[in-house]
């Protein structure tokens, strides 16, 4: 088969609405080719260029047209055939767990791989390299709660947001934040002083 029917039956095999890495198909054939048979496909409206390098096969929805996968979808994949760890940026943290209700103007991820910025639509992606401390409970529900806490800092942080960040995680994952070798020392002091003001009389 050339290199056009190569990429279009490993796009036919994949489901429909996951995101289809450019990297992902340099077995298929040279890349010149692999770039101009997804350039046909896209023009065909076979898939749809998400990025740079990132098509999807959308589904479609009877009431709302095609479903393309999330900012949030896309980027990790991007993140996983690259071999780095993406974990939530703390503003975002902090609004998916409800301490803010601030929306970040554009979309924010740490990595342990290079800083770097991209366009996912009209959505600005940046990525920001930051230490592996950081990124503490990567890819779990306690580390979203390490990463918003981490980001409002100590002056904003109080064993009644640790309340209320108790309400939200199941209680391995509360758990897991709690005794997290990551923590730094204010935050430890801080659930000191929660665990002192819960503990049964």
Same mark, same amino acid.
């Given at each position: 088969?050339?290199?056009? $029917?190569?990429?279009?039956?490993?796009?036919?095999?994949? %489901?429909?609405?996951?995101?289809?890495?450019?990297?992902?198909?340099?077995?298929? @054939?040279?890349?010149?080719?692999?770039?101009?048979?997804?350039?046909?496909?896209?023009?065909?409206?076979?898939?749809?260029?998400?990025?740079?390098? =990132?098509?999807?096969? %959308?589904?479609?929805?009877?009431?709302?047209?095609?479903?393309?996968?999330? #900012?949030?979808?896309? =980027?990790?994949?991007?993140?996983? !055939?690259?071999?780095?760890?993406?974990?939530?940026?703390?503003?975002?943290?902090?609004?998916?767990?409800?301490?803010?209700?601030?929306?970040?103007?554009?979309?924010?991820?740490?990595?342990? @791989?290079?800083?770097?910025?991209?366009?996912?639509?009209?959505?600005?992606?940046?990525?920001?390299?930051?230490?592996?401390?950081?990124?503490?409970?990567?890819?779990? %529900?306690?580390?979203?709660?390490?990463?918003?806490?981490?980001?409002?800092?100590?002056?904003?942080?109080?064993?009644? #947001?640790?309340?209320?960040?108790?309400?939200?995680? %199941?209680?391995? $994952?509360?758990? !897991?934040?709690?005794?997290?070798?990551?923590?730094?020392?204010?935050?430890?002091?801080?659930?000191?002083?929660?665990?002192?003001?819960?503990?049964?009389?």
């Amino acid at each position: 088969m050339t290199t056009a $029917e190569n990429v279009r039956q490993h796009i036919k095999a994949q %489901p429909k609405g996951k995101p289809l890495l450019t990297i992902s198909m340099m077995s298929l @054939g040279p890349r010149a080719s692999v770039d101009q048979a997804l350039l046909r496909l896209a023009r065909e409206g076979f898939i749809v260029r998400l990025a740079r390098g =990132v098509y999807v096969r %959308p589904k479609n929805n009877r009431y709302v047209g095609q479903v393309l996968p999330g #900012t949030a979808e896309i =980027v990790k994949a991007l993140a996983k !055939a690259k071999g780095e760890t993406i974990h939530t940026h703390g503003a975002e943290a902090a609004l998916l767990l409800g301490l803010t209700t601030q929306v970040p103007m554009k979309a924010l991820y740490y990595t342990n @791989g290079p800083s770097r910025d991209f366009r996912i639509g009209n959505m600005k992606v940046i990525v920001k390299n930051v230490s592996s401390r950081l990124l503490a409970l990567a890819g779990r %529900p306690a580390g979203v709660a390490f990463s918003a806490l981490w980001y409002m800092g100590r002056e904003q942080v109080t064993p009644q #947001t640790l309340a209320f960040i108790q309400k939200k995680l %199941p209680t391995k $994952e509360f758990a !897991a934040l709690r005794e997290c070798p990551q923590l730094p020392a204010w935050l430890k002091e801080i659930f000191r002083r929660f665990e002192t003001t819960t503990a049964p009389v």
